[in-house]
């Protein structure tokens, strides 16, 4: 079994960082749902890193409620990654170095008249989803069944 964790987290990982779009989904002090699509970039421990505004809706709920859940799906290959965790919001210089200039070539990798932060008119900021739960489905696989379609990837 041991085998087959560590190739699902392999190719859990490998989905994760082929794709740079996700649904984060948040709920607000009032209880309120949110979802919303952020760019992102990962790391090696399944850790999210993404930007978004000081005023926007997700800053204001994770502030008050920073539990998240994160999604990344594709149709082509029916395959999802879900993670849930904690958001926080990146205050230290070293943490901003470490995670901002991925997050610009990213952002910008295609067209960098596209680049969604430079269209943004308030304050950015760097935030951080480390995760506490991650679920693989790979819905791709010929057998039926839960147990042969998703896979809980243990953290580090």
Do not use: C
């Amino acid at each position: 079994m041991e085998k087959d964790i560590t190739a699902a987290r392999s190719a859990a990982l490998a989905f994760l960082k082929a794709n740079r779009a996700g649904v984060i989904a948040t709920v607000s002090s009032e209880g309120t749902p949110h979802a919303s699509v952020v760019y992102y970039v990962t790391d090696e421990s399944f850790n999210i890193y993404f930007v978004t505004k000081i005023d926007s809706r997700k800053y204001a709920s994770i502030k008050a409620n920073p539990p998240v859940a994160f999604t990344v799906g594709h149709l082509d290959v029916p395959q999802t990654l879900q993670i849930e965790g904690i958001a926080v919001e990146l205050t230290g210089q070293e943490d901003k170095n470490e995670h901002v200039p991925a997050l610009m070539e990213m952002l910008s990798k295609n067209n960098p008249s596209f680049l969604p932060i430079a269209k943004m008119d308030s304050e950015v900021v760097v935030m951080w989803i480390e995760p506490k739960w991650v679920r693989w489905g790979d819905f791709s696989v010929e057998a039926i069944g839960n147990e042969h379609m998703f896979t809980e990837i243990p953290l580090r």
